[in-house]
């Protein structure tokens, strides 16, 4: 992740933790059937975030390590899964060992770590036929269409207060996920390469729904820096959703699972 964006995720991991979809286990299901197994020795989750993607392998790993950066995630992270190790590190340079990890598993991480170098270093640490796994789901969530186009509308906002605001506001580079598929082959360390697409099922009410938007970094950028034209933007965008969502209704989160493995 490139340094300048670590700034982004940083006070409001906590809101982050509580509200962001969780990895189902489909995800190390479809993984554990692919390679015939129902346990591995060592998973990295590389930018492991708050935890809610690695705390998902207790069980299915002898050894878990989330690599994260970003020192408030990586706080709330340690703090919620005590027996789980969290390192210091980023996706070109995570200190993990040569030939060492079953699965490195990218979820909601990819789009900001550089690709070329960062599949360098996963093919670094990827024993011989290990998996590499990047997810990612797409926003918004599905629960209502109002809300939904709420949440448009206000992410229309935050997209032109930030080209507004451009010189005030830290610069942000991220790779677009619908090239995630296509750098992974053009690493050339991978000879099985599958994208597959599911969905998951959680609980949503009103007050989920508006602290997945604010869980946002695009939008947090903006609380950060003070920019107070935004402000007005979510306060309707909350009126609206708490009028809308009555009670608590179903969220499906749309998943895209890339499945790679290392050349033997």
């Known amino acids: 992740m490139p340094e300048i964006a670590l700034d982004r995720f940083t006070g409001f991991a906590d809101l982050y933790n ?7 286990k489909k995800v190390f299901s479809i993984i ?6 129902s346990k591995v020795n060592t998973v990295v989750d590389l930018g492991s975030g ?8 207790k069980g299915k790993a002898n050894k878990i390590i989330g690599i994260e950066p970003n020192n408030d995630m990586r ?25 060492s990890a079953d699965i490195v598993i990218c979820s909601q991480s990819f789009h900001w770590m550089e690709p070329v170098e960062t599949l360098k270093e996963i093919n670094r640490i990827l024993k011989p036929k290990g998996i590499l796994a990047v997810l990612d789901c797409d926003w918004p ?26 010189e005030r506001l830290p610069k942000e580079i991220k790779w677009s996920k619908s090239n995630h598929l296509n750098n992974v082959r053009e690493s050339e360390c991978f000879d099985y390469i599958k994208e597959i697409v599911f969905d998951n099922e959680e609980k949503c009410d009103s007050k989920r729904f508006i602290g997945i938007a604010l869980s946002q970094g695009h939008l947090q950028t903006l609380v950060k ?6 402000r007005k933007d979510i306060e309707e965008f909350e009126n609206i959703v708490s009028l ?10 749309s998943y895209r699972l890339i499945i790679a493995e290392k050349k033997a």
């Open 50 to 57: 708050s935890g809610l993607s690695t705390k998902i392998w």
């Open 75 to 99: 706080k709330v992270a340690i703090k919620s899964n005590p027996k789980i190790e969290f390192l210091d590190g980023t996706s070109y340079k995570t200190g993990i060992a040569n030939n």
């Open 141 to 166: 969530v599905t629960v209502s269409i109002d809300s939904e186009k709420a949440y448009n509308k206000l992410f229309e906002k935050v997209d032109e207060l930030h080209k507004k605001n451009n």
């Open 18 to 24: 509580k509200v962001r979809p969780k990895p189902p």
């Open 244 to 253: 809308d969502i009555k009670g608590t209704k179903k969220m499906l989160i």
């Open 225 to 230: 820096y003070n920019i107070t034209d935004i």
């Open 32 to 37: 554990l059937n692919l390679i015939n197994k």
